[in-house]
């Protein structure tokens, strides 16, 4: 059995983002200060998009210290390459990179615990490939407006950049093929 369907039967209803009848899913990010939708197309391989604000915190950990962050959604997505996990934070401005940041940082343990609990329910499912990539995801690039003229395309932009040992692509596209999230150039 594929993870995906192990993790649409283990996870409740809500917190699975689903796609669409034209096989597109839409990450929305909604709050006082903005809203935002990223859509995710061309669905080549099975795909499990959870929300992360929907899913409770461990009570055990304190409330100080960013324990808690969590990114915005976790994108799993099953190929022949084997399990890629794909964790999205997405942002306003790209000039909240490092809240951003750390909140990718510090989401792996909860797909570490997700995939454990997917062993458990099916033991026949592999996870020795795992492929992992982050991404921050803004409306716009910056809080303030550019006054010289942009060179090239900012939609058509992927940059990486290294926080603390992860690889982070960031980007302002509003439209993603799944490709360019599990195998971003």
Not at 55 to 61: F, M, P, Q, T, V
Not at 81 to 97: D, M, P, R, T, Y
Not at 137 to 148: P, T
Request: aromatic fraction near 6%.
């Amino acid at each position: 059995m594929a993870i995906n369907s192990v993790l649409e039967r283990v996870l409740k209803e809500d917190v699975v983002e689903t796609p669409s009848e034209d096989e597109i899913i839409t990450l929305q990010e909604k709050d006082q200060n903005v809203y935002m939708e990223v859509k995710v197309v061309e669905l080549s391989a099975p795909v499990t998009a959870i929300r992360m604000n929907k899913i409770s915190h461990l009570s055990a950990l304190k409330e100080t210290g960013g324990w808690k962050k969590m990114c915005d959604y976790l994108l799993i997505v099953k190929s022949d390459g084997g399990i890629h996990a794909v964790f999205i934070e997405l942002k306003k401005s790209l000039a909240q990179k490092k809240r951003a940041s750390e909140q990718l940082r510090r989401s792996p343990p909860f797909l570490e615990y997700l995939l454990s609990v997917c062993k458990i329910e099916d033991n026949r499912i592999d996870i020795t490939r795992l492929n992992t990539n982050y991404f921050i995801i803004g409306k716009k690039s910056d809080e303030r407006i550019a006054k010289q003229l942009v060179k090239t395309d900012p939609n058509k932009m992927i940059e990486k950049e290294q926080y603390k040992k992860i690889e982070i692509a960031t980007s302002i596209k509003s439209r993603f093929l799944l490709d360019e999230l599990t195998n971003p150039r």
